[in-house]
């Protein structure tokens, strides 16, 4: 009995004994692992506070070495990207100042509102033109130094060249225009304002130098004309043949001469005053017929003919003949210059739609592609491919009288071939 006692104390030391040292291992692990995210802990706090640089030190654990290699991993990986977008940010930067650098050298004004017309940011121009200094721009609204010239229709949101008044800037003539900024969520604008003072004083003084040019100039050409006429009727005794050609050669240069004044003249009446036309029923076949018998002699001159064909009963349209007339001068005159074969200049009427068509064709050089589309802009002129005299006006007026009428003029071209002017001009009901 004593001996079963004994044994039984014996393993009850021996299990206590176990205890204590499988106790003493494991408040070492514990301690270990309490270390360990100590560690970890600092580290986090560490990236967290921005400081990319601390790292784990290794431990000669394989579980613990796994978790330490990861951390340390990711904190490269986050100090990579940190230096990345630190590179970004300068790049950024630099854009930022070359862009605000552009726009603040920019001769327009350039402003950023709000829906209630609230300025958010103004260029140095802006400021200048305003009269106002640095940030105290900002939350004014733009009424306050601007006005629209002409106050019908004012929308700011859909401003096209509008002019304005700059209350600051009196003196100065404006016109600005707006673009939503269509990327943001809140409703933005884009204002410019351009100062075009400069343009209109040069506008201004273009206008009435054309203006007084034309008037000065067609006195003595007119004066010219008729001391030539005087010549030749032998008023001032008889001249030779040889005179006589001189003096025809002369008469059709001053009559070239005054044409071109004539259509700068008209050109800037035009601009001025708009086309007035003075409509009444016009037959096309004796308009077209007294034309043609004006203008025959011109085309002789240059060794071709004009043919007209008129229609069996005569096409009446409602126009102003001495406008309409205007324009079948130049298209014939423009056709006669610009055959350079023998083959006759054709004028065909015809009808297509609700429109009466005029057509005159040439058989001549033709006008190639890319100058079909500029032809009937102002000052544009083929002419000078042939060194011949020409501002380009006279298709320029021509197609702004067919428009006044409701119509308007269409060409064709073949290089070499022929060329078309159709001149449709509405039909009477």
Known sequence: MFSYFYIINICVIIVFICL???TRKTNKRWSKINDYLGKVTTTVDSIRYGNLSTKIEKIEHPTYQNVTDSINRMVETLNDREKMIV???AELMRQNKLLESVINSLSDGILIINEKFEILRATPKILKWFDIKGKDIIGKNVFEFIQPVHDENF?????????????HTPTNNFIMSSQPLQSIEKKRFVLIIKDITTEKEIETLKEDFVATLTHDLKVPI???ANIIDLFLADKFGKVTDKQKFA??????????LLDLVQIL???????????KLVKENVELNPLIESI???MQPLAHNAKISIKFTPKTISPIISADPVQLKRIIKNLISNAIDHSNTKKDIDIKLGKTD??????????GQGIGKDELKMIFNKYYSAAKKLRKVGTGLGLYLSQQIAVAHGGEIVVTSEENVKTEFCVKLPSKP
Do not use: R
């Open 247 to 256: 003096l025809e050669n002369m008469k059709d240069s001053n009559k070239s």
């Open 354 to 363: 609700s429109y009466t068509t005029i057509s005159i064709i040439d058989y």
């Open 292 to 294: 043609v018998s004006e």
């Open 87 to 89: 590179e970004y940010q």
């Open 222 to 224: 007119v004066a010219a």
């Open 20 to 22: 204590f040292f499988i």
């Open 265 to 275: 003249l008209e050109t800037y009446k035009l601009k001025e005053q708009g086309i």
């Open 155 to 167: 929308d700011i949101a859909e401003l096209n060249n509008a002019e304005v008044f700059i209350k």
